[in-house]
């Protein structure tokens, strides 16, 4: 029953450095993204070389996700926990900081899903007479991937706020729990 108090701050730790893994490498896509010197015409014809920009946001997406998966799996566990139905069942469901907090969560990583996803694909190499749709050339617009950034910094922010919460308010019942069980 203990061991939850060495879990939680590893996952916590976890959570927190796959975000910020994923920050940094928004940051460094802004800054190695394709610019509009590297584009290349030819009357009809674009070309645009690929950058490392799209590595940096496969890598942030990938952190992004394993972080927000892992956070809410853990609210998941803490919610269906049978101590916290026990105590809540008596209490009127109604809605709370911490369910705004989940939902901000969810909607500013879909945001930043979209955002770096489509990003990185249009910094994929752009063939000649390809391009990236309907064989024009595009490029990313400055910002976009701060943009991001900050989402995924609202998305890790509302989640581990969320997690702290309901972990905060786990161990709120167990010590009641305790008391009223030695009493």
């Known amino acids: 029953m203990e061991n939850h108090h060495f879990i939680y701050p590893i996952l916590i ?43 940096f946001g496969i890598g942030a997406i990938i952190c992004l996700v394993m972080a927000q998966v892992i956070g809410n799996l853990l609210i998941c566990k803490i919610f269906f926990s049978r101590d916290h139905q026990n105590s809540s069942s008596k209490a009127k469901k109604k809605p709370t900081i911490n369910g705004f907090m989940c939902v901000l969560s969810w909607i500013s990583f879909v945001m930043a899903i979209i955002l770096i996803g489509t990003g990185s694909s249009m910094n994929k190499s752009q063939p000649l007479g390809e391009g990236w749709i309907d064989g024009e050339c595009y490029i990313v617009k400055d910002g976009v991937y701060i943009i991001s950034a900050i989402l ?29 069980s030695t009493s």
Request: hydrophobic share 40%.
């Open 152 to 180: 995924v910094f609202v998305t890790l922010s509302s989640t581990l706020g969320s997690l702290i919460l309901k972990i905060k308010k786990k161990n709120q019942v167990e010590t009641r729990w305790q008391d009223t």
């Open 13 to 55: 730790s976890s959570i927190t450095a796959l975000g910020l893994v994923s920050i940094s490498l928004c940051i460094a896509a802004e800054f190695k993204k394709t610019k509009k010197k590297d584009l290349r015409f030819d009357g009809e014809l674009c070309y645009l070389p690929g950058s490392v920009d799209f590595e």
